[in-house]
Antibody, heavy 120, light 110 residues
Framework: QVQLVQSGNEVRKPGASVKVSCEAS????????ISWVRQAPGQGLEWMGR????????KYAQKFQDKVSLTTDISTSTAYMELRSLRSDDTALYFC?????????????WGQGTLVTVSS | QSVLAQSPSASGTPGQRVTISCSGG????????VDWYQHLPGTAPKLLIY???QRPSGVPDRFSGSKSGTSASLAISGLQSGDEAEYYC???????????FGTGTKVTVL
């Protein structure tokens, strides 16, 4: 069965960076794109960006253009999200999710979430 | 604030039908398909509807989606206590060049 397993919770100081991993299994990793979504405390869902696993093409939400880098390692079926220049309002639960088919952003399988806490 | 507006809350008794609306514009719902998610805080969201009306395998047919112009709706029929959750619409926005989620609707089963 399709599974996305994310790395563990992280604590960082303001100004630091964090890199969250998302290991996929149960399907051919290169066929489906991966998106990243976050939920800050008391807030709704927020799409951060996506990566085409087959060619590495990325699209970022305008808010995250200069703050996020999405990469993948096909050899380990793992996607990565790096968030830089952390601020307290980056404290959130971060999810990776698989796109249901090429050309659609609908997200049919999700990781369990990684809590990133930014605190001095 | 999201470009996709949803009513903050909706409620119904067990067995009733509840409809959640999502209002957007020509750059999102008016020109792209709509997806719907069910979300319990702290857990992974679940895709209920994609491409306006399609249900992924395993999603009961109690959940149905529709779209007209720049608005979309999610209907839940035969409401159950397990349906208590936050529901989000989502669509690609051509102006923002991003996938946007709605503001969310909390469904309560009375």
């Amino acid at each position: 069965q399709v599974q996305l397993v994310q790395s563990g919770n992280e604590v960082r100081k303001p100004g630091a960076s964090v890199k969250v991993s998302c290991e996929a299994s149960g399907y051919t990793f290169g066929i489906f794109g991966i998106s990243w979504v976050r939920q800050a405390p008391g807030q709704g869902l927020e799409w951060m960006g996506r990566i085409s696993v087959d060619n590495g093409d990325t699209k970022y939400a305008q808010k995250f253009q200069d703050k996020v880098s999405l990469t993948t390692d096909i050899s380990t079926s793992t996607a990565y999200m790096e968030l830089r220049s952390l601020r307290s309002d980056d404290t959130a639960l971060y999810f990776c999710a698989r796109e249901i088919f090429s050309g659609s952003l609908a997200l049919d399988h999700w990781g369990q979430g990684t809590l990133v806490t930014v605190s001095s | 604030q999201s470009v996709l507006a949803q009513s903050p809350s909706a409620s119904g008794t067990p067995g009733q039908r509840v409809t959640i609306s999502c209002s957007g514009g020509s750059s999102n719902i008016g020109s792209n398909t709509v997806d719907w998610y069910q979300h319990l805080p702290g857990t992974a969201p679940k895709l209920l509807i994609y491409s306006d009306v399609q249900r992924p395998s395993g999603v009961p047919d109690r959940f149905s989606g529709s779209k007209s112009g720049t608005s979309a709706s999610l209907a839940i029929s035969g409401l159950q206590s397990g349906d208590e959750a936050e529901y989000y619409c989502a669509a690609w926005d051509d102006n923002l060049k991003g996938y946007v989620f709605g503001t969310g609707t909390k469904v309560t089963v009375l």
